[in-house]
């Protein structure tokens, strides 16, 4: 495996790098940006942007309903003690019950989406500088060993500033 | 290293954790001793019998219950103004969300102690965990405590959340810039982040989402705390106005203890540049606004009360306004309305000290209120005959002053480990943003060139 | 049909002699708080004598009303146990499980008879006290509440032994402690669900009233009493 990035200070920088690798013909699957603070207002920051996870949230919260649901009137009928004049199933106070763990479901379901689609945790990969956190930002390109980076090298040095580095590994 | 923007505010941020003054060992050691003192009047009470405590027939809850109610109260602060803010996307919350989620995690913690201490038994508390028993007998799902098992572990979970997903981007950054056992330890916390875009992006989206989700479950959580009163009858307990009236207390009490932490803060570590006059007089608008309505939900409880004239009722409204309990129900009014009222009000008065002493004051007043909604109603029920009254003993105050020593000890090890103020999103706050409008400048001018 | 336990206390018939408290402690194994600790509100009486006084002295009129756990039907104290502790039974007693409860205390607070009472300590019992205790009846420990259970250990061996004769359940075989004490005949127990029972007759006595009625609670011990009780003195 071996990999190309480059290091600039200020975002107009990348998003020119990014422009110019796609001219290159990286596709943005390829494309690489890290950096220490998201950049809404640039059009790369925007690449990777998904709207389904609202919906594994309302996924999830229907999960915690249902679950809530048999949870509450299952054990309410499999032993049916009596209390205070109510019935067996008493539809007011499970809805309370019902509503934390739709909460619940909804809260664990988005958690766990962002686990899995932000790959963590994992161990830190090759592909990275410690100079991210010190402000610059970080834009590479990732391919199986073998493959040629010529173009990806000369699409980032033609912005004109930033640092070009190369990891062969 | 500091070629580049914004790092001033890193290494700011990053260094009361690479830096230990003589203080930070003395107020652990100080802290961590009331706290075992409050370990050991448990063990006391364990060993001799919840009778130690004042407790007695008919007032079977006391100042157990009461701190119960506080701190969850407390715990209102954070989460639930953090993320109001975050939909709203106020600017001014990037360096307060942080220090208030903390609040939230720390005080929901301190607070589900309490219904365990209360217990007759508390070594059988998970009795109420939803499982079978050996006899494939579930928890009763009509009690509301119950009810308070599910909500506070709801709240718990999700605020939990809420404050440690921001944290995973600032554990990568102390990881670039520290060595050794540090390196590795924020490493394994960071949990393999690189800020790419999509990570960003899946963060900001969950924020997001959770940041909807909490808001109900913290309105539900301190409804159903309240609910532990109002579905029993018992006089001036058995009121429709306390889910309401009781968040409006919590969120109150949590803005004060809030301002009260943000103050602290500011102070020993050194953080003036980050929270500034601004922030503390935009809560202390939130807290005039709690104190006007906290004041209004009283008015309504008293009057229907007063106006229904119902005996059993009434005898605890004469206990509270003028019998037994008038002090400390004087002591409230005065604490959670006329001081807040009359000095926030003003904005020559709504200075840092003035704002923290209020802060204090409705501390006070909002664990009075917790006490004079618990314990008139049990000292005089229906039956005149078995009326009674409570004076808390040793092991109650000692416990009870160990949580707040417990409270300042867990705050004061979170922001030796962990940035206080979220960096990343301090970042985000720094970048280019539209104009403000002329009035709004010229307001957050003013305050600026207030600062001390 | 199954049996549904009620009882009746004649007020006009009470003498206040409080000899039901005293076999209701003895019968039921009650510990005493001494002293110290009854004035701190530890004293337990699953039933006690509730002293009125109306009128100024010398002129005064005094009341007594034995209060025990009412057994309601829509008892508040049943749903708030987050451990079905307390319940309510196919004979409609309501239900103290012992081994169940952890000790919220929140049953205590609900009822409004204020008849549930809490083991603040683990009971003890001088010496040679504790050869009387009652087999029959478990000893409870630290953190558990406890209440009025109509005497169902009595209930229990009043119905084994009909069986055991081969004969019907008669009104009048099963007594509890305070009823069979009361040397005034001013406590009557029985069925409920049997309309010729003594119990049930006098629960539809136009003298009857149930105690803090307007709660909603259901009571199933009905308090006979004059009804003119506070009508001027025409004498």
Known sequence: MNAVYALYDNPAAVQRAVDGLRAAGVTDADIQVMSSEPFEEYEFGHKDSASWIHWIAGVGGIVGLASAYFLTTVTQQSWPLRTSGMPIVAPWPNLIVMFELTMLGAILATVLTLFVSAKLPRRLPPLYDTDVSNGYILVGVQRPSGQPLVDVTAALEAVGEGRVKQIDR | ?452 | MAHRWGMVVDLDKCTGCEACVTACHAENNIPTAGAVEAGRGRAMHWLRVERYWEGDFPDVKVKFKPVMCQHCDNAPCEAVCPTYASHQTDEGLNAQVYNRCIGTRYCANACSYNVRFFNFFNPQWEKPLHLQLNPDVSVREVGVMEKCTFCVQRIKSGKTAAKADGRELQDGDIQPACVQSCPAGAIIFGDLNDPESRAARLTHSPRGTKLLEDEGTEPKVTYLQRQSWNEPDTQ
């Open chain 2, 1 to 452: 290293m500091n070629r580049t923007r914004n790092n001033p505010l890193a290494d700011d941020l990053v260094r009361p954790l690479l830096h230990t003054s003589v203080w930070f060992y003395g107020a652990v050691l100080v802290l961590a001793s009331i706290v075992a003192c409050g370990a050991a009047a448990w063990g006391y009470q364990l060993w001799y019998g919840m009778g130690v405590a004042g407790v007695n027939w008919p007032v079977f809850w006391g100042f157990y219950e009461t701190n119960f109610v506080f701190w969850i109260g407390i715990s209102h602060a954070g989460t639930l103004i953090s993320a109001i803010l975050r939909l709203v996307n106020a600017r001014w919350r990037r360096p307060v969300t942080r220090c208030a989620e903390v609040i939230t995690a720390f005080a929901l913690m301190i607070g589900a102690i309490f219904p365990i201490i209360h217990l007759g038994k508390p070594w059988l508390f998970f009795w109420v965990a939803p499982y079978p028993s050996a006899r494939e007998l579930w928890p009763n799902f009509r009690s509301p405590l119950v009810w308070d098992f599910f909500a506070i572990n709801t709240y718990l979970i999700g605020s939990l959340l809420f404050l440690i997903l921001p944290m995973i981007p600032d554990f990568a950054l102390i990881r670039d810039r520290t060595t050794g056992l540090r390196q590795r330890i924020y490493g394994t916390l960071a949990l393999g982040w690189q800020g790419t875009t999509t990570q960003w992006h899946r963060l900001e989206a969950a924020m997001q989402i959770m940041a909807v989700a909490i808001i109900p479950v913290a309105v539900s959580v301190h409804t159903i705390v309240s609910f532990d009163f109002s579905m029993a009858h018992v006089p001036m307990w058995h009121s429709t106005i306390f889910g309401p009236y009781f968040v409006a207390g919590a969120i109150f009490s949590g803005i004060a203890a809030l301002i009260i932490a943000m103050a602290a803060l500011r102070r020993m570590l050194n953080l003036h540049a980050y929270l500034h006059p601004l922030h503390f007089d935009n809560l202390a608008k939130l807290l005039l606004l709690m104190s006007l309505l906290w004041g209004y939900f009283v008015f309504s409880e008293r009057l229907t009360v007063w106006y229904g004239n119902q005996p059993s009722e009434m005898a605890v409204f004469w206990a509270t306004q003028r019998g037994a309990f008038a002090p400390f129900y004087w002591t409230m009014v005065f604490c959670n309305f006329i001081v807040p009222v009359s000095v926030l009000s003003f904005r020559r008065l709504r200075t840092l000290p003035g704002i923290v002493l209020v802060s204090c004051g409705v501390l006070v007043g909002m664990w009075f209120e917790r006490f004079l909604i618990i314990v008139p109603g049990l000292s005089t029920k229906q039956l005149p005959y078995s009326w009674g009254t409570y004076t808390p003993q040793p092991p109650e105050i000692v416990i009870m002053v160990a949580t707040f020593a417990a409270m300042a000890l867990l705050y004061t090890l979170f922001s030796k480990f962990v940035p206080i103020i979220s960096i990343w999103e301090m970042k985000v706050g720094n970048q280019p943003h539209p104009p403000l409008p002329a009035d709004e400048a010229e307001e957050q001018q003013s305050l600026w060139r207030a600062r001390p």
